[in-house]
């Protein structure tokens, strides 16, 4: 109940500092707009620091954030940076103030258009004059976003580098079938290269992809791999509940990049959750979470009358509950590779999943054993799981291949090498 009344002051103090931003830039008021963001900045509690004046401001996102956070997991080695969030809403609260008549979107930054080109060098210079002066009241040394294509940030990159603060980039947007590589081929070069100062990414596709595409040059961009990945090979020696099934949800569609289309999953999702609820009316001693994503999946979707063994949850990462799983169920998604870091019995949908388009959007698996073709097969493999006593098996060669093709990661360090990029960038 309190967090949910934290939740909501939150919400009203984004709000009300939205508007207050737009009454200010409409005068010109640059120094009111860089309070705003300073009483906005919180800072990130989770990642402990020592008494430093060294700051960076992070501008959230999930996934890229849990990247930073476990890349912080270590609190035994000494962590001179203290970092602060900044609500997204506010930069796109500029950007709209210059730009809401104007073509815009995410992964389509490169305008040409001169009202526009003209309208974004007013937004540019309202950001310099309002990050300068926030530096003057509040020293900061740079900022880190999570993908280099927002619509909103891309500029704020390339201004920080301009005020001689560092800019970094976090990419999380990497992890995609081989058909999604060769569209975002087409549509990286629908966007401005960067202008900021590092980039770190999971992979060596993601890497030679925004070399092929001037993105960016070879030596601003660094493959660290995902750091949020290493939690996952730590659930390894954890003891898992072994009455406890994941399910992490299916979404309906899959959109692809560059042909303005979508891939839909709805039949898959709709047998997979019914045979899920099924199996929970037959098994009512066995828990079983539905994981939903926020504004993607809703209670609605789900029965009125969910048995009492089954709980939707929405909100927050998922890694805690993949900690307490003995079995995970997940489609193409990034979280499946997670399960198999974790080394959790992991189970995949493949009902009717017949077409090619269909499959050449499916992301790569190390072996068709995660695969259920039918629910006679999902349940036997649910008991067969359920009955073990404990998980004993080893992460193949090919699982280890799968997990570095996609994340860079098959040892649980990415986190150490993602800390040591961002201390080196911003002392370099």
């Not at 001179?80 to 809401?100: A, D, E, G």
């Not at 629908?190 to 925004?210: D, H, M, T």
């Not at 009358?305 to 997940?330: D, E, R, T």
Request: with cysteine; net charge positive; aromatic share 14%.
């Amino acid at each position: 109940m309190l967090t949910l009344l934290k939740n909501k002051i939150y919400v009203l103090q984004y709000y009300l500092s939205a508007i207050l931003i737009k009454f200010f830039l409409k005068y010109k008021f640059f120094y009111l707009c860089s309070f705003i963001l300073r009483f906005n900045l919180k800072k990130i509690k989770k990642i402990k620091s020592n008494n430093s004046q060294k700051r960076i401001i992070v501008l959230p996102k999930s996934g890229g954030y849990d990247d930073l956070v476990a890349s912080y997991e270590n609190d035994k080695i000494p962590n001179s940076i203290q970092y602060f969030t900044l609500p997204r809403i506010l930069i796109k609260t500029i950007f709209h103030f210059y730009l809401s008549s104007a073509a815009y979107g995410d992964y389509l930054t490169l305008q040409k258009d001169q009202e526009t080109v003209k309208k974004s060098n007013q937004y540019k210079f309202a950001l310099e004059k309002i990050f300068i002066f926030l530096d003057k009241k509040w020293k900061f040394e740079g900022i880190i976003g999570f993908n280099i294509f927002y619509y909103a940030e891309h500029n704020v990159h390339e201004i920080i580098t301009k005020i001689r603060k560092k800019s970094i980039i976090l990419h999380k947007e990497s992890v995609v079938p081989e058909a999604e590589c060769k569209n975002n081929e087409v549509l990286y070069k629908k966007n401005e290269k960067f202008k900021g100062n590092k980039i770190s990414v999971y992979s060596n596709n993601e890497k030679k992809l925004l070399e092929k595409t001037e993105i960016a040059k070879p030596n601003q961009i660094v493959v660290n791999g995902c750091a949020r990945l290493d939690l996952a090979f730590k659930y390894q020696k954890i003891s898992p509940n072994n009455n406890r099934i994941l399910y992490y949800m299916i979404e309906k569609e899959r959109f692809i990049p560059n042909e303005n289309s979508f891939v839909n999953w709805s039949n898959l999702k709709s047998k997979t959750e019914r045979y899920l609820v099924n199996f929970a009316k037959k098994n009512p001693g066995i828990d079983i979470i539905f994981k939903g994503k926020i504004g993607v999946h809703k209670r609605e979707e789900l029965p009125q009358n969910l048995p009492s063994n089954c709980k939707f949850i929405s909100k927050g990462a998922g890694h805690g509950l993949l900690k307490q799983a003995k079995i995970v169920i997940g489609f193409n998604s990034t979280v499946v590779y997670e399960a198999i870091a974790a080394n959790r019995y992991l189970l995949i949908p493949n009902f009717n999943i017949n077409t090619s388009k269909e499959r050449e959007n499916l992301l790569d698996l190390p072996s068709t054993k995660y695969l259920v073709n039918s629910e006679k097969e999902f349940n036997d493999k649910l008991n067969e799981f359920l009955q073990e006593e404990k998980i004993n098996k080893q992460l193949s060669e090919e699982e280890k291949n799968i997990l570095f093709k996609y994340f860079g990661n098959n040892d649980g360090e990415s986190g150490s090498r993602t800390r040591k990029f961002i201390e080196n960038t911003l002392y370099n």
